[in-house]
C-alpha cells in the first residue's frame, strides 16, 4: 500500500495526505481542528440544540480520522456535560496511521479512546463518555441503507472534493441524505461545489453559505425547514442563486443505480455540461 504521509495544518494539528484519493484529509489552510470546529460544527445548529435537547444524532459522510466527531463531542459536552450523542459514521476503511495521531488539548482524551477502540480492540461500536460511536465501514452508499428509521439532527458531509469522490455527492446519493435529516436538521460540508449545490437546490433544501475558514470561499449549509442559530451561516447573494440555476455547469452528478464508479459519474457529467455549453453558442 502506498503511504499516507502526515502533513501539519496551519492551526498545528496533523492531518494525513491520501494517496489513491491524492488529497488530504483535512484543509491545510484551515487547520484540522480549525475546519472540525469552524466548517462542520459551528455551521450545524448542534451548539444551540445541545442547549435545548438531550439527546443529539449525527451523521458524518465520511469518518476519516474522527476528528469531526472528537471536536463536536468534547465542544457539545462543555455546553451539556450529560448529554447523549448517537454518532453514526459512513467510512470506506480505518486507515491504520490514525495511531500515529496525537491531538491537542482538550481534544486528545477523547480521541485516544477512539484510537483505542479502533484499534487495539478493532471494535466499530462502542460508548466514549456518552458517545455511542457506530462506523458503518464500506462503501457509503450501500452501508447508509441499513440506518433504517433513524432521523439526524445534523449530517456533516465530509467526503473527498466532488471532483475525486464523485459517488458521495450525486442527487441520488443526497437523496438518500434528505430522507434521514430532521426537517429542522442542518446537513453542512466545506463544498460549494456547483453540481452539488444544484442537488441540494433540487431535492427542495434551503441553501445557506457558511463563513470562509483559511480560504475566500464559504463552505454550504442546507436544511429543509430549519431557522439558523447565531450568525454561522448567512443567505446567498442574487448571483449565487442564479449561478445554481443558470450556469452550464449546474447539473447534479448522476448515479441512478447507487453503484457507478466514481470516475463514470464523473465522465457523464462532463459530458451533459459539454452538451450544454455547444447548445448555448
Ligand atoms: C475528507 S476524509 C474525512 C475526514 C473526517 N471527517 C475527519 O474528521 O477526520 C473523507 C473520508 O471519506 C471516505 N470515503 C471516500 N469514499 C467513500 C465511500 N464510497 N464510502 C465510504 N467512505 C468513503 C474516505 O475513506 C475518507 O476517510
Same mark, same amino acid.
Given at each position: 500500500?502506498?503511504?499516507?504521509?502526515?502533513?501539519?495544518?496551519?492551526?498545528?494539528?496533523?492531518?494525513?495526505?491520501?494517496?489513491?484519493?491524492?488529497?488530504?484529509?483535512?484543509?491545510?489552510?484551515?487547520?484540522?481542528?480549525?475546519?472540525?470546529?469552524?466548517?462542520?460544527?459551528?455551521?450545524?445548529?448542534?451548539?444551540?440544540?445541545?442547549?435545548?435537547?438531550?439527546?443529539?444524532?449525527?451523521?458524518?459522510?465520511?469518518?476519516?480520522?474522527?476528528?469531526?466527531?472528537?471536536?463536536?463531542?468534547?465542544?457539545?459536552?462543555?455546553?451539556?456535560?450529560?448529554?447523549?450523542?448517537?454518532?453514526?459514521?459512513?467510512?470506506?476503511?480505518?486507515?491504520?496511521?490514525?495511531?500515529?495521531?496525537?491531538?491537542?488539548?482538550?481534544?486528545?482524551?477523547?480521541?485516544?479512546k477512539l484510537r483505542e477502540n479502533l484499534l487495539k480492540k478493532e471494535k466499530t461500536s462502542?460508548?466514549?463518555?456518552?458517545?455511542?460511536?457506530?462506523?458503518?465501514?464500506?462503501?457509503?452508499?450501500?452501508?447508509?441503507?441499513?440506518?433504517?428509521?433513524?432521523?439526524?439532527?445534523?449530517?456533516?458531509?465530509?467526503?473527498?472534493?466532488?471532483?475525486?469522490?464523485?459517488?458521495?455527492?450525486?442527487?441520488?446519493?443526497?437523496?438518500?441524505?434528505?430522507?434521514?435529516? !430532521?426537517?429542522?436538521?442542518?446537513?453542512?460540508?466545506?463544498?460549494?461545489?456547483?453540481?452539488? @449545490?444544484?442537488?441540494?437546490?433540487?431535492?427542495?433544501?434551503?441553501?445557506?453559505?457558511?463563513?470562509?475558514?483559511? @480560504?475566500?470561499?464559504?463552505?454550504?449549509?442546507?436544511?429543509?425547514?430549519?431557522?439558523?442559530?447565531?450568525?454561522t451561516v448567512y443567505p446567498l447573494s442574487e448571483k449565487e442563486v442564479k449561478k445554481i440555476?443558470?450556469?452550464?455547469?449546474?447539473?447534479?452528478? @448522476?448515479?441512478?443505480?447507487?453503484?457507478?464508479?466514481?470516475?463514470?459519474?464523473?465522465?457523464?457529467?462532463?459530458?451533459?455540461?459539454?452538451?450544454?455549453? !455547444?447548445?448555448?453558442?
Open positions: 500500500m502506498e503511504k499516507f504521509k502526515k502533513v501539519i495544518t496551519a492551526d498545528g494539528s496533523f492531518t494525513f495526505y491520501h494517496p489513491l484519493f491524492g488529497e488530504s484529509y483535512h484543509s491545510i489552510s484551515a487547520g484540522a481542528i480549525g475546519e472540525s470546529l469552524k466548517k462542520f460544527l459551528l455551521p450545524s445548529n448542534l451548539l444551540w440544540k445541545a442547549k435545548r435537547q438531550k439527546e443529539i444524532y449525527l451523521l458524518e459522510v465520511g469518518f476519516g480520522l474522527g476528528y469531526n466527531l472528537t471536536v463536536t463531542a468534547v465542544k457539545l459536552k462543555e455546553v451539556r456535560p450529560n448529554l447523549k450523542i448517537h454518532y453514526f459514521g459512513l467510512e470506506y476503511q480505518i486507515v491504520p496511521p490514525i495511531g500515529e495521531l496525537e491531538l491537542p488539548s482538550p481534544y486528545e482524551g477523547f480521541h485516544e462502542f460508548e466514549i463518555e456518552n458517545v455511542s460511536v457506530n462506523l458503518l465501514l464500506g462503501d457509503a452508499r450501500k452501508r447508509i441503507k441499513e440506518l433504517g428509521n433513524l432521523k439526524f439532527d445534523a449530517i456533516y458531509h465530509d467526503a473527498f472534493s466532488p471532483k475525486r469522490n464523485a459517488e458521495l455527492w450525486t442527487l441520488e446519493f443526497l437523496a438518500l441524505l434528505k430522507e434521514i435529516i !430532521k426537517e429542522e436538521g442542518f446537513w453542512v460540508s466545506y463544498s460549494t461545489a456547483l453540481p452539488v @449545490r444544484r442537488a441540494l437546490w433540487e431535492l427542495g433544501f434551503k441553501i445557506f453559505n457558511t463563513k470562509p475558514v483559511g @480560504r475566500k470561499s464559504p463552505g454550504t449549509a442546507a436544511t429543509l425547514k430549519g431557522t439558523p442559530a447565531g450568525d440555476l443558470t450556469s452550464p455547469k449546474a447539473v447534479p452528478y @448522476r448515479d441512478p443505480c447507487l453503484c457507478l464508479p466514481r470516475e463514470k459519474i464523473l465522465e457523464n457529467y462532463l459530458n451533459t455540461i459539454g452538451n450544454n455549453s !455547444k447548445r448555448e453558442t
